[in-house]
């Protein structure tokens, strides 16, 4: 253990946190009423600087995509991290604060199956919610038999980089998985991989798979998330037409982008534009074709939708807004699309994000909303043996008191979490803020709460600046805010909405 000293006592007032360097070691010093606290600087998602986030008591959060890390011990509170931070000793001698450093990291054992545990649990689907559940068994202590069926998906992979970065080429490969495989094996979780369930009873708590195995089950975590919806125009079948949803997808958009120069992406939500500024890093000409208007007005208002307009013209991108497709056509290979005004858009390729629909059509034995969502209370429960989490999961806000469906990667780990938790034996319910984020030209959107419509959006900043808070306003009080380039204000906004619900709009 080697002792650095770090800073003065005089440095930080209570309540203050400060990057310090200990060595080699970056490291987070905080200052609370007991005293110093020391951890890792850098968050374990994609390594931000945490310093530039919100400390809120003894939480800091992330700046970038809102992990939340407790400086006491490291834990990580909220995802989208998987992993906690480094927490070391500190010692305040004379005024001067030293933290210590150990020469090697600390080992971790990871608990595995217990005999004495009869329990099983099967979790379907090997995306983000499926993941985190089954490392939030284990690691609350559930020491059963635990099988998860992944299909195509294992190990599991970070999807919003799918659209981004590695889409466009900036991202490696080595970026995807979540975990490494050996990570499953040393807690002793028997993945299924290319493996399907075709069939579940939720009454007889059986599923079937399409390999033809039956497997009994005493809790179920269902987790297959949603499934790309289908664009029912002649020609959609033909070679070069694409949805975008996993790793493999991915992938094969990629090849096709090596021999394509003109792309159409049909869809002006957030994957569709997502995808529009990775094929123009490729030099391709790229058009984006919706129904709308203004890209996101729905969600976001007409002044955010036409800020990331103005991104996504200013690189390039064309807009065909107002449109459906009326027809794909080409021989054999997509060569044109018609939009309902019977005008032809030369394409050799064409990405389809049109939205998402839940992947439930195998289930028989509970009740399945109209969208194909199921319906959970707070503890992600549909019924007492089966649990639902993710994209397909309708959960309460507890903010409101109104079943929402939201398809957030970090309100699918958040739910993953709490099924898993408690399934092993504890009593947690959802008392999370969703919380979205998206990055397009270089610049990230973020989106916290949940607002279907409003009376009123209150800019705090100018969006035409693109550094600006935007406030959603219903009968007076804040249900979402969005906003740009002021991350720590974000973060600390979030915070504030956790511990209190809907914000009345004076005291923001
Ligand atoms: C390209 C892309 C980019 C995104 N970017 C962002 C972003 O920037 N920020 C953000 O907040 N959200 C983003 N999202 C949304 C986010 O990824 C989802 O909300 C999240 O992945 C939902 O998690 P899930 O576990 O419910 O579903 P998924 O992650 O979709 O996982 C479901 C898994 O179940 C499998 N499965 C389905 N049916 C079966 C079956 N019958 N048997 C076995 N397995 C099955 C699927 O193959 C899949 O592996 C993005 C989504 C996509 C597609
Ligand atoms: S880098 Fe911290 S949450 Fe993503």
Redesign the pocket.
Known sequence: MAGFNVAREADLSIGEMKQVQAGQTAILLVRLEDGFHAVGALCSHYEAPLAAGALCNDRVICPW?HACFSVRSGEQLDP?GLDGIPVYPVRVVNGEVWVEIPEQPAKIFPSGRNSKDSRSCVV????????YAVEALRANGFGGQVIW?????FP??D??????GF?SGEASEQWIPLRDPGFYSARDIEVRRE????HLDAGKRTVLL?DGHTLNYDTAIL??????RSLPVPGVELEGIFN???LD??KKLRDAVKSASKAVVVGAG??GM??AQSLRKHQLEVTVIGPEAIPFERVLGPEIGELVRGLHEENGVLFRLGHTISAFEGDGKVQQVRLDDDSVLEADLVVVGIG?RP?TD?IVGVERQADGSLMVDATMKVTDDLYA?????RFPDWRTGKLIR????????Q??RIAGANVAGKDHSYRGVP?????QFGQTLHYIGHAEDWDEIRFNGDPKARKFIAYYLKAGKVHAVAGMEREQELAELEERMRRRGLLEVNSE
């Open positions: 995509h989208p379907m689907g090997g995306g983000c919610a499926g993941a069926i992944t299909g195509e998906e599991p992979v999807r919003p980089l799918l659209s981004k889409l493996s399907w369930v075709t399409d987790a297959t998330g949603a499934v790309a975008l949803h996993s997808d991915s957030f994957i997502e995808v998402v992947a195998f989490v993710g994209d397909l999961a939201v398809e957030h990667w970090r309100v699918a780990a739910h993953g919380y979205f984020w998206t990055r």
